[in-house]
């Protein structure tokens, strides 16, 4: 049993397995006494969609977000590179992002936060297991006492989680690739070339439109002018690159004379 089996395990036996249609009790505002307490100190994975509603909320390129929001820890046992929220330097350890009056984001906070309370237990790749919700209550949140009711189907709608979703279900064809579930390492250039996709779009896109990728590869017009302006345009390519590059699917078309014409 690996690592996610047992992570599986240890959520069936801790919490309750909820469907869409199961429900709770909880509400977070202000006036609840632990307001902003569970803004502090935790390991928030940022997927490359929470990334780019980030930065774009604040201004900034994808190159400055990752300097100043972020850090990528280096653990052996993960094989391709991930992403997690910088804290602020302070006693608590506290959001970057967070005010005395809340979450000064909201509009564009990652998934994690947008999630909680719920948490989602996905199966592995190949498991016959389905994907299953359960509710984690922290003894610091006082937001379970609150007396608004919803369903799990009501508090993913209301918290527009779909879209995240449908990012994520993309992100996982690339995390999830049979390359990584056979065992297989990446290069320390198939790394970068990983990391520069899915996290620093900014310069993905100076990759494709200041080098000379475009010469090497067939783009029709339509994608040239989807991806030169949308970042989330950009990344569903940049997954197919990533398919193309390192794990040699035959997702891209290579212009063929421009090869001939290099080798002459």
């Given at each position: 049993?690996?690592?996610i089996d047992n992570l599986k395990r240890s959520i069936l036996e801790e919490y309750d397995?909820?469907?869409?249609?199961?429900?709770?009790?909880?509400?977070?505002?202000?006036?609840?006494?632990?307001?902003?307490?569970?803004?502090?100190?935790?390991?928030?994975?940022?997927t490359p969609y929470d990334i780019i509603r980030m930065k774009n909320h604040l201004g900034i390129s994808s190159k400055e977000f990752l300097a100043k929001y972020t850090l990528t820890p280096i653990d052996k046992s993960q094989r391709y590179p991930v992403v997690i929220m910088k804290m602020a330097d302070n006693e608590t350890k506290s959001c970057q992002f967070v005010s005395e009056k809340g979450c000064t984001i909201y509009s564009d906070r990652p998934w994690p936060c947008r999630m909680?309370?719920?948490g989602l237990a996905s199966p592995s790749e190949g498991s016959v297991d389905e994907e299953f919700y359960f509710l984690m209550k922290e003894d610091i949140c006082k937001g379970f006492a609150e007396s608004n009711e919803?369903?799990?189907?009501?508090?993913?709608?209301?918290?527009?989680i779909n879209i995240y979703n449908e990012m994520g279900d993309l992100f996982k064809q690339i995390t999830l690739h049979p390359t990584f579930e056979s065992g297989k390492d990446l290069s320390p250039e198939k790394i970068e070339m990983f990391h520069l996709v899915c996290y620093n779009i900014d310069k993905f896109r100076q990759f494709i439109?200041?080098?000379?990728?475009?010469?090497?590869?067939?783009?029709d017009s339509e994608t040239l002018e989807r991806i030169r302006?949308?970042?989330?345009?950009?990344?569903?390519?940049?997954?197919e690159w990533i398919k193309f590059c390192?794990?040699?699917?035959?997702?891209m078309k290579i212009n063929r004379e421009a090869t001939r014409g290099t080798k002459s």
């Open positions: 049993m690996d690592a397995r909820l469907d869409k249609k199961d429900s709770f009790k909880f509400a977070c505002h202000p006036g609840v006494s632990c307001y902003n307490d569970c803004c502090a100190d935790v390991n928030i994975f940022l909680y309370p719920l919803w369903t799990v189907e009501e508090w993913l709608e209301d918290q527009e439109f200041d080098s000379s990728f475009l010469q090497k590869f067939e783009v302006k949308d970042d989330v345009e950009l990344f569903k390519f940049g997954v390192i794990f040699g699917e035959r997702t």
